[in-house]
């Protein structure tokens, strides 16, 4: 392009040139304007010759410049070909993987939705269960008797316990010859109104939480009836037993710790049952001081027993030295008499022997 362009501005400089020799050629003689005519023609010949020839490279030129377009093209639209198989390749297994994954995702879809259904559900029955006063009541005393069921021995516990002042408790504990008072209905009513409302409703929460302990402390801490001086409140979640922890009354004061001033532990499912094992372990360990407390006792018998047997060997024995001393004396005296029945036996009976036998009859 740059040669077009300076072919083109050489032809216009040759024709202003031109231009301006005839115009100023116009009043000179016709023997100068001839000479310079022909000095004209000759200096037009050159450059065209010169033009020419510079064409003629320009067009080789741009041929082979045309010549490695056209291939660089060629090559480029089958690369572009290439190329565009593979990305049309690498687009069908994207497509196919992308069904795939979005199959997968509507089967997980569907099984959220039907698991939504079914919390749903639960959530309901839930609620239906936590409606009334006596269902909360019996969910929590049922759980209660699970976890006493798996923890302790059936001797160890006994549900719905009754007391001299008429007061029932859902369950006691044995704990040697004292019992530990369980009391499962906690009011579910005041947290489930903290949960619909807000905090605004934590206030009748603490005040439901406390007049419970209170109560629980009045009916069923009796250590003049054989319990123990503390009792358990047990609360039949976890979440309700967090809100539990984590509430203050007006006062500032967290709640388990007025529950535990008043002797009344709060305790959810968990806590419980490991309350319970440490009980269990204290059970066993009663039952083992116990067997060796019988274990003394039956040794001081054995001990007696020994006693009065070496009494009786050691009488055994008096009376085996003495039959010792009897049979020796028998047997002198015995062979006595045979030395007199020797004697006698040969006719004759001699003072002496007379004597002997004398003495040996007498004795």
Known sequence: MN???AVAVALAAIAVVAWAVIVWT???????????????????ATQAQTLATQVGQLSQTMTQQFGQVQHALQKGVTDTGLLASQAQTAVATELQNSREML??????????QRAGRDLSQASQTLQMVLGGAKTRGTLGEVALEHLLEDALPRAAYEFQYSFATGAVVDAIVRSGNRNLSIDSKFPLDAYRRLVETGEEARREFA?????HADSIAEKYILPN???LDIAFMFVP????????????DAKGARL???????GVIPVSPNTLHAYLSAILMGLKGMQVEENARRLLGSLAGLRKQVEAFAEVYEKLGTHLRHAQQSYEDADSKLGRARNAL?????????????KALEATTED
């Open 3 to 5: 040669s077009i362009a």
């Open 26 to 44: 116009r009043g000179r003689s016709e023997a100068q304007t001839a000479a310079l005519r022909q000095e004209m023609q000759a200096l037009l």
């Open 103 to 112: 199959g997968k995702i509507n089967q997980q879809l569907g099984e959220v």
């Open 207 to 211: 005040q439901a939480v406390r007049k």
């Open 225 to 227: 009836e054989g319990t």
């Open 237 to 248: 979640s976890e979440s309700v037993y967090y809100e539990l922890l984590m509430t203050e």
């Open 256 to 262: 388990d710790a007025y529950s535990r001033a008043k």
């Open 342 to 354: 020797d004697q006698m036996a040969q006719g004759a009976l001699p003072e002496a022997p007379a």
